[in-house]
């Protein structure tokens, strides 16, 4: 911990960049959890919370391509704290969800504020390089990637907590606040989000800029490969919208611990790229550890199906997606130390299109079958998906060599 907390006091920028993020993603959970409560419960049905969530991704992926060409044109300290003033806006239109009439409307908030965050995070992942030093960057895309962890083990829970007794509209007013307090938190940084030393980019056409970024990645295989292997857990990722159902009917949950169960989630996705920051940093297995955790995310699901009791339920939610946190922070992370910073936006948005994109189908799908198919039958269906992808992505990826020679052929190149 000491070296995440010395980092944190020597670089201003950081420190206000990273608290940022952490306030963004925190109130994105005081909006999410109380919607996928309050939805069922004024339609009678599992499938609009599982449309949250798949508006949640879709626009994401949709956004994405476009996205990346202005974060890679555009100062991107500037594209974040944009997109975060209009998700807060967005997130005040979810007090008008008030009935079944009226749950249309959760889909055109959360859509927008998926909108907004397709400039968000790609923009901070691709800056991150410019705002720390070289021989910080380990530390600092390990505890940036596991922001999104932190937030989601405490918004969560309190995203569960505070509807059960403060209600509703209080969580999406708090969603607002919190995302407008991180664009000033962002506008107040000084350190350039981009290289200053990049020629300014000229204007071209979106098709242009995505291709160019595109055939990049086709040229370089280790690219390709980081980029696919979020694929894995996304596949399994639809069963993210059973939570409420598997709860309520083999426990008879209500707000406190289907937030408990997210919270769970989120505690893993925080714990495992900080166990595995040390071996991030060794190229030679990062290919290994990527498979592994994908594999570790899909058995964790598949037992997950078979438990009676909650507290293991607890366990092993965090067991999984301590290995979907893991896979999802170290091939980020390898993706920064190889993609040059004029095509870093680009990346990163292919990057996150592809995940949302598989994220948004599965959820889906998932919500779909769940009126016909018990939800403790697709939660192992969903860990059984990502296992086969895992044995398939370390079949074909394990003679890669390490991403930072593919650094060096890029700039040869």
């Known amino acids: 911990?000491?070296?995440?907390?010395?980092?944190?006091?020597?670089?201003?920028?950081?420190?206000?960049?990273?608290?940022a993020q952490l306030i963004a993603l925190g109130g994105d959970w005081f909006a999410i959890i109380p919607l996928l409560v309050l939805l069922p419960s004024l339609t009678g049905t599992g499938l609009w919370g599982a449309l949250v969530l798949a508006a949640d991704t879709l626009v994401f992926a949709l956004v994405g391509p476009y996205a990346g060409t202005v974060i890679d044109r555009l100062d991107r300290r500037r594209v974040i704290v944009v997109s975060n003033v209009v998700a807060g806006i967005a997130a005040l239109l979810l007090v008008l969800v008030r009935s079944e009439a009226t749950a249309w409307i959760a889909l055109v908030a959360i859509g927008i504020v998926a909108g907004a965050k397709a400039f968000a995070q790609?923009?901070?992942?691709?800056a991150l390089p410019n705002l720390v030093d070289e021989a910080d960057l380990p530390a600092a895309a390990v505890l940036s990637g596991a922001s999104w962890g932190t937030m989601l083990a405490v918004g969560a829970a309190l995203g569960g907590v505070l509807s059960a007794t403060l209600g509703y509209t209080f969580c999406f007013v708090l969603d607002a606040v919190l995302l407008l307090g991180a664009a000033a938190l962002t506008a107040s940084t000084s350190r350039p989000f981009s290289d200053p030393a990049a020629p300014?980019?000229?204007?071209?056409p979106v098709r242009a800029d995505v291709g160019e970024a595109l055939s990049y990645a086709r040229r370089e295989h280790r690219v390709l490969a980081l980029v696919t292997c979020k694929s894995g857990p996304a596949f399994g990722n639809g069963a993210l919208s059973l939570f409420p159902l598997y709860g309520a009917a083999a426990f008879g949950l209500g707000p406190l611990g289907i937030g408990l169960m997210y919270s769970a989630r989120g505690v893993g996705a925080l714990v495992g790229p900080l166990v595995l920051r040390r071996r991030a940093t060794d190229a030679t297995h990062l290919y290994g550890l990527l498979a592994g955790s994908m594999a570790v995310f899909g058995v964790g699901y598949l037992a997950l199906a078979l438990t009676p009791w909650f507290w293991l339920v607890l366990v092993l939610l965090a067991v999984a997606h301590?290995?979907?946190g893991a896979n999802w922070i170290l091939s980020t992370y390898g993706l920064q130390t190889v993609v040059p910073d004029t095509l870093r936006g680009r990346v990163f948005s292919a990057d996150y299109t592809l995940a949302t994109l598989i994220i948004a189908v599965s959820q889906v799908a998932f919500g779909l079958l769940s009126d016909i198919v018990p939800a403790r039958d697709l939660l192992a269906a969903s860990g059984g998906i990502v296992v086969v992808y895992a044995g398939c992505w370390w079949m074909v990826t394990?003679?890669?060599?390490?991403?930072?020679?593919?650094?060096?052929?890029v700039e040869e190149s």
């Open 1 to 19: 911990m000491r070296v995440y907390l010395d980092l944190l006091r020597r670089e201003k920028d950081f420190r206000r960049a990273y608290l």
């Open 122 to 126: 790609p923009a901070g992942a691709a």
């Open 200 to 204: 300014p980019r000229e204007r071209r």
């Open 322 to 324: 301590a290995g979907g």
């Open 398 to 409: 394990r003679r890669l060599a390490s991403p930072a020679r593919s650094l060096t052929t």
